[in-house]
Nanobody
Framework: HVQLVESGGGSVQTGGSLRLSCAAS???????LGWFRQAPNKEREGVAV?????????YYANSVKGRFTLSRDAATNTLYLQMNGLQTEDTAIYYC???????????WGQGTQVTVS
C-alpha cells in the first residue's frame, strides 16, 4: 500500500515559482514516481517522471523542460517539483503518482491546485 500526500500548490503570477512536495509512505517498492496535471476540460498529462527502475532517469514533458525540475529526497521519500517561469497554461490540478513494481498502473495523491494568472 502506498500513500501520497501533496502540498505546495497555490496562486502565483506569470513568471513566478512554486515548489510542490509529495510525501510518499508505505512499504511497497516503487518503480516510478512523478507528477501529472489536469487542466480544466483537458486530459491528465505527465509533467515529470522519475524512473527508479531505470537508473533514476527523469523524463519531462516538452512543455516544461528547462522550467521545471524534479527531485527526490530518498531519506524522507519525498518528491519535489520545482516550477519556475510559470505560465498561465501551467494552471491545473497537479497530482503526485507512484507506480509500484507490482502494479501496471499509477497510484494517485489527492491533487493540489496550481493557478497562474
Amino acid at each position: 500500500h502506498v500513500q501520497l500526500v501533496e502540498s505546495g500548490g497555490g496562486s502565483v503570477q506569470t513568471g513566478g515559482s512554486l515548489r510542490l512536495s509529495c510525501a510518499a509512505s508505505g512499504s511497497t517498492p516503487i518503480s516510478c514516481l512523478g507528477w501529472f496535471r489536469q487542466a480544466p476540460n483537458k486530459e491528465r498529462e505527465g509533467v515529470a517522471v522519475l524512473v527508479l527502475s531505470d537508473g533514476s532517469k527523469t523524463y519531462y514533458a516538452n512543455s516544461v523542460k528547462g522550467r521545471f525540475t524534479l527531485s527526490r529526497d530518498a531519506a524522507t521519500n519525498t518528491l519535489y517539483l520545482q516550477m519556475n517561469g510559470l505560465q498561465t497554461e501551467d494552471t491545473a490540478i497537479y497530482y503526485c503518482a507512484a507506480r509500484p513494481y507490482t502494479h501496471s498502473h499509477y497510484l494517485w495523491g489527492q491533487g493540489t491546485q496550481v493557478t497562474v494568472s
